[in-house]
């Protein structure tokens, strides 16, 4: 296998100049739910961060365009130094990271005809949460990383839709087994 050694191109402009801006707002505003969901980690023993940003907005671009995104949106809001820190910056639409195991916990409604709230309403209520449309259109799913952010989640959808507590259920993927041929 070849060992290939590449410079790091510092001042790559991102082609996504919308998304930059967009990602800065988030940056700035640092709200507590929604899209995107920004995930800042601090190495050990180190001043370097690796970044994640899981956005349906990345859906149709390039992995090395949604790096260079992220980078940019961090040196207008932080300044570059800031952005220097950053050692790795990767970015999944919802799907993408449920796929590669990222996103186990699903917040779901779980709606009698006699509940006092509405499939409809809370569909609604999912969606301003910032659940992802691309997994299916008209069926949003709420991922969560961890049990605590599907809970503050529920929280959130229950202030939203009173006397909704009994409609929501968190679940948790355990695996998958992917179906084979029996011998």
Same mark, same amino acid.
């Given at each position: 296998?070849?060992?290939?050694?590449?410079?790091?191109?510092?001042?790559?402009?991102?082609?996504?100049?919308?998304?930059?801006?967009?990602?800065?707002?988030?940056?700035?505003?640092? #709200?507590?739910?929604?899209?995107?969901?920004?995930?800042?980690? *601090? @190495?050990? *023993?180190?001043?370097?961060?690796?970044?994640?940003?899981? !956005?349906?907005? !990345? $859906?149709?671009?390039?992995?090395?365009?949604?790096?260079?995104?992220?980078?940019?949106?961090? $040196?207008?809001?932080?300044?570059?130094?800031?952005?220097?820190?950053?050692?790795? %910056?990767?970015?999944?639409?919802?799907?993408?990271?449920?796929?590669?195991?990222?996103? &186990?916990?699903?917040? @779901?409604? @779980?709606?009698?005809?006699?509940? &006092?709230?509405?499939?409809?309403?809370?569909?609604?209520?999912?969606?301003?949460?910032? %659940?992802?449309?691309?997994?299916? &259109?008209?069926?949003?799913?709420?991922?969560?990383?961890?049990?605590?952010? %599907?809970?503050?989640?529920? +929280? #959130?959808?229950?202030?939203?839709? &009173? +006397?909704?507590?009994?409609? !929501?259920?968190?679940?948790?993927?355990?695996?998958?087994?992917?179906?084979?041929?029996?011998?």
């Amino acid at each position: 296998m070849p060992r290939i050694k590449r410079e790091v191109e510092l001042e790559v402009k991102p082609k996504f100049s919308s998304l930059v801006e967009q990602l800065a707002d988030e940056l700035r505003n640092n #709200r507590a739910y929604g899209q995107p969901v920004i995930e800042e980690m *601090r @190495l050990p *023993r180190t001043d370097a961060l690796r970044v994640t940003v899981i !956005w349906d907005n !990345w $859906e149709g671009v390039p992995f090395e365009d949604r790096s260079n995104t992220i980078l940019q949106a961090y $040196e207008d809001v932080e300044g570059r130094g800031f952005r220097e820190r950053i050692v790795l %910056a990767t970015a999944f639409t919802f799907p993408e990271a449920y796929e590669v195991g990222m996103l &186990p916990y699903q917040v @779901l409604p @779980l709606v009698r005809k006699d509940d &006092p709230v509405s499939v409809e309403k809370c569909v609604e209520a999912m969606v301003e949460e910032g %659940a992802s449309l691309l997994f299916a &259109p008209d069926e949003p799913q709420l991922r969560f990383a961890k049990r605590e952010e %599907a809970e503050a989640c529920v +929280k #959130r959808l229950v202030k939203r839709l &009173p +006397k909704s507590e009994p409609v !929501w259920a968190i679940t948790r993927d355990v695996g998958r087994i992917e179906p084979r041929a029996l011998d």
